[in-house]
């Protein structure tokens, strides 16, 4: 199972978002996957907050590990991954991505009932995790 594969497959096992990617490329940098699942746990949802999508965290919580000796470096990659994730997917803003406010319960029950966290959240998490992957790759 690649990368990829083990985010969507984190990310059904009940972790959130931003644990299932970050856990899934972590041991590419020699962090463990208990740690980073640790580390990922309050990233999910935008923060809670339908902010920064979760799997966009996730991701740069990754490149973080690459990159972030380099400022420089750090910078253009989070820029590049986030330019790639919104160009992919219309933003990389939690929110509007779900089409709903999770800040509130009314966009809560919203996302409940029409399946968003079972069905988008694991194309985001693929998503993201396809960014990452070739990010890494072509360095």
Do not use: W
């Not at 020699?30 to 996730?58: N, Q």
């Not at 919580?61 to 992919?88: V, W």
């Amino acid at each position: 199972m690649n990368s990829i594969e083990e985010s969507v497959q984190i990310f059904e096992q009940g972790y959130v978002c931003s644990q299932a990617v970050f856990a899934a490329f972590c041991h590419d940098f020699g962090l463990e996957k208990d740690m980073a699942l640790k580390i990922g746990a309050c990233f999910g949802s935008g923060m809670r907050k339908g902010e920064v999508c979760g799997a966009c965290t996730g991701a740069l919580m990754a490149l973080g590990l690459k990159y972030g000796d380099d400022k420089s470096k750090s910078n253009e990659a989070c820029e590049r991954f986030l330019d790639e994730f919104e160009n992919k997917n219309g933003s990389y803003i939690c929110r509007d991505l779900l089409g709903c406010d999770i800040r509130t319960e009314e966009g809560v029950e919203y996302a409940v009932k029409h399946n968003l966290f079972k069905e988008l959240c694991p194309k985001m998490v693929e998503s993201a995790s396809i960014i990452l992957d070739e990010m890494l790759a072509d360095d």
